[in-house]
């Protein structure tokens, strides 16, 4: 079997998190191969939206996971710069819009729970709401407005990342790994002391070696509109209880996005496409005037508990850095920190819970 030279580590997956893992890793020192089935971006990361949006995520229980968003959030002022390019990233903040008054009840609910975080939101009456957003419907309901809400543009983060010239094998995906390193389909092995597992939603099956870990994919449809150029659809993030919109500033706007219990499917449906316009349209009655450019599905990596899988499991070469479900571009910079870390035998970030084995029942396949 032909063998390639040994590496320090080799990255499984060249996603967001794969390729941040890569850079971060090779930034300490370490000779440092990715190995990606297809194509970078060949998975969620190619179809996110790109919202870094923790406080408008905040959901009923899921305080953990909100705390680790938050310190992601913090991050990425850090880590946008230092990753230079244009990243289309933009700070105006965001706007979580009733459309009706059961959504009104909701967000309130919400917002009680956000203040009693100590979160930044502030309600927003309807006229509050269309003063900062004169595109909103009139019969929008108010609404919760969160000022530190940003959102980038996923594709320009992985062209960013692939400028740093990581080395990367594409086209052959990793069949097995072994206490040497890991073997791809075509047969050929790849030697490297340890082996970060950054396979998105692929992550959790597959994978010859390795404990089966609870990762799912969870399907999203979102879609592609453009404007025109002079006329903005919404200066901030908008959402509402059922889709987001957001403006890329360069005549691009995203809608998105579809919650799926699907397999690996990733169809296009003709629901999909109708209940993110319908839902758009509620709040933005102007969206139906902008030209449609595309319609796309991506697969989230999901877990049972909705947190990231992040750590070490056996076989002890092995790291995990996946299940980052809906916040995979906003965990992007903590992740490839934690993942450092671990690899150079350090302690990860304290917001990041690292994996252990009675998280889920695990056993190696
Ligand atoms: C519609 C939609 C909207 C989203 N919006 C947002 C958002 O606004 N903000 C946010 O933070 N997150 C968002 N997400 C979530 C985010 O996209 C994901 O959490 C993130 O992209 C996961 O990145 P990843 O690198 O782990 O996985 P992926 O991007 O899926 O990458 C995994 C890679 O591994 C490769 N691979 C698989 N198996 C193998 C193998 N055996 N060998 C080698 N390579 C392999 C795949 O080809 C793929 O390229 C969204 C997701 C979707 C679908």
């Not at 998975?43 to 408008?56: C, D, F, K």
């Not at 229980?61 to 933009?90: I, K, M, V, Y």
């Not at 967000?107 to 009680?112: D, F, I």
């Not at 397999?263 to 102007?286: C, K, N």
Request: aromatic share 4%; charged share 25%.
């Amino acid at each position: 079997m032909p063998e390639r030279s040994g590496h320090d580590v080799v990255v499984v997956g060249a996603g967001l998190i794969g390729l941040a893992c890569a850079w971060r890793a090779a930034q300490r020192g370490l000779s440092v191969i990715l190995v990606e089935a297809k194509e970078p971006a060949a998975g969620a990361s190619g179809v996110a939206a790109g919202m870094l949006a923790p406080v408008t995520e905040a959901e009923f229980g899921e305080e953990e996971l909100l705390r680790l968003n938050l310190e992601a959030h913090a991050r990425w002022q850090e880590f946008a710069p230092e990753l230079g390019g244009d990243l289309h990233h933009r700070r105006e903040g965001a706007l979580l819009v009733a459309a009706d008054r059961d959504d009104a009840e909701a967000l309130h609910r919400l917002h009680s729970f956000q203040l009693s975080l100590g979160l930044e939101a502030e309600w927003l009456t309807p006229s509050e709401c269309r003063r900062r957003e004169p595109g909103l419907s009139p019969r929008c309901g108010g609404g919760i407005f969160a000022p530190h809400e940003q959102h980038v543009d996923p594709m320009a983060v992985v062209a960013a990342l692939l400028a740093k010239g990581l080395e990367i094998r594409t086209g052959d995906p990793v069949a097995a790994v072994d206490p040497h390193g890991v073997r791809l389909r075509s047969g050929e092995a790849i030697t490297a002391e340890q082996i970060v597992i950054a396979a998105g939603c692929w992550s959790g099956s597959g994978i010859e070696g390795l404990p089966g870990m609870p990762v799912r994919p969870l399907k999203g449809q979102i879609l592609a509109l453009r404007r025109p150029p002079d006329r903005p659809l919404a200066e901030h993030l908008i959402r509402t209880p059922r889709c987001y919109v957001l403006d890329r500033g360069d005549g691009r706007v995203v809608l998105g996005g579809t919650m799926e219990e699907r397999g690996f499917d990733t169809q296009v449906t003709v629901d999909g496409v109708y209940r993110l316009l319908e839902a758009a349209y509620e709040v933005l009655p102007d969206v139906t005037e902008l030209e449609f450019t595309g319609a796309r599905a991506g697969l989230r990596p999901a877990t049972p508990d909705n947190l990231p899988l992040i750590g070490r499991s056996e076989p002890g070469n092995v790291i995990w850095a996946t299940g980052h479900y809906r916040n995979g571009v906003l965990l992007t910079p903590i992740t490839a920190e934690a993942v450092a870390e671990l690899l150079t035998g350090g302690e990860v970030p304290a917001a990041v819970r690292p994996f252990s084995p009675e998280r889920f029942a695990v056993g190696v396949r």
